[in-house]
Structures are given as structure tokens and as C-alpha cells.
């Protein structure tokens, strides 16, 4: 292979025998695009109409105590909403492993069924989210 200081040939080789050849782009197929979404600024004109779950002020001072002031409603709202989201994935999960657990203990009484959430499933449905829940050693 000989030095060739910047100037190219119209091949490229992957050493002395190399079969592969160079092809132009526009030789090559177009590249696929990813499907169009709205962009980000229809999303971020819909949270500042929303009312999220969790007040402003409660996300305000939990930001505030992480480090992180602001002033945005907009940032405050999408901080609220991935809460709001977070607690929710832990409730349906929670309910998830109450009736799975409910469930073995099937009983012969068939009429309503009444859920308690136990300090187990929420410690299953949290552990599927990352965090670790134990008790502290002398409860157990």
C-alpha cells in the first residue's frame, strides 16, 4: 500500500487484495428516516395548560433541596408529570403483585375482593424500578 499525502484514489482497500470497491452516494440507497413526530415545541406549549398531579410548589421545593432552581413552569411540569408517571408504574405494579400473591391464596369465598397494599408489594414493584427497599433489621 503506498502513502498517497491526502489525495485519494476511487477504491478504497483493505490491504493488498481487498475486493471491496468504493461507491458514490449517490450510487447507494437514501437512508431511512425516522417516522415524523410532533415537535417539541407542540409538547412544550401543552405543559404550560396542564395541571399536573403533583402542585408546582411541592416540585419547586423538591427541586430546590436537589439544587436545581427554576423558574420555568414548563421544566416544573415536566418534573411533576415524570412523578406523576413514576408513582403511577408503582401502584399499577403494586396492585399487580397483590393480586398475583391474593391469587395463591386463593380462597372459596368468591364475592368482592378487597386489595391492601402491603409494605412486600410495593418493595417487589419499587425493586422493578431500581430502588431498594429493606426493612430496617429490627422489624425483621
Known amino acids: 500500500m503506498s502513502q498517497t499525502n491526502g489525495q ?3 477504491h478504497l482497500s483493505n490491504g493488498p487484495n481487498s475486493n471491496y470497491q468504493y461507491q458514490p452516494l449517490s450510487d447507494q440507497a437514501p437512508l431511512p428516516t425516522a417516522p415524523t413526530s410532533p415537535p417539541i415545541s407542540d409538547f ?3 405543559l404550560e395548560d396542564y395541571t399536573p398531579t403533583i402542585p ?3 416540585t419547586a421545593h423538591y427541586l430546590a433541596t436537589a439544587g436545581l432552581e427554576t423558574t420555568d413552569p414548563r421544566i416544573l ?3 411533576s408529570l415524570a412523578a406523576q408517571k413514576f408513582v403511577s408504574d408503582v401502584a ?7 393480586k398475583m400473591r391474593q391469587s395463591n391464596n386463593a380462597t372459596t369465598n368468591k364475592k368482592e375482593k378487597k386489595y391492601a397494599l ?5 418493595s417487589l414493584a419499587l425493586g422493578d424500578q431500581g430502588v431498594n427497599v429493606r426493612k430496617p433489621p ?3
Open 118 to 122: 402491603t409494605t412486600e408489594d410495593l
Open 8 to 10: 485519494h484514489d476511487d
Open 56 to 58: 408546582d410548589s411541592v
Open 77 to 79: 411540569r415536566l418534573v
Open 138 to 140: 429490627y422489624y425483621q
Open 44 to 46: 412544550l406549549v401543552q
Open 92 to 98: 399499577s405494579d403494586a396492585l399487580a403483585n397483590c
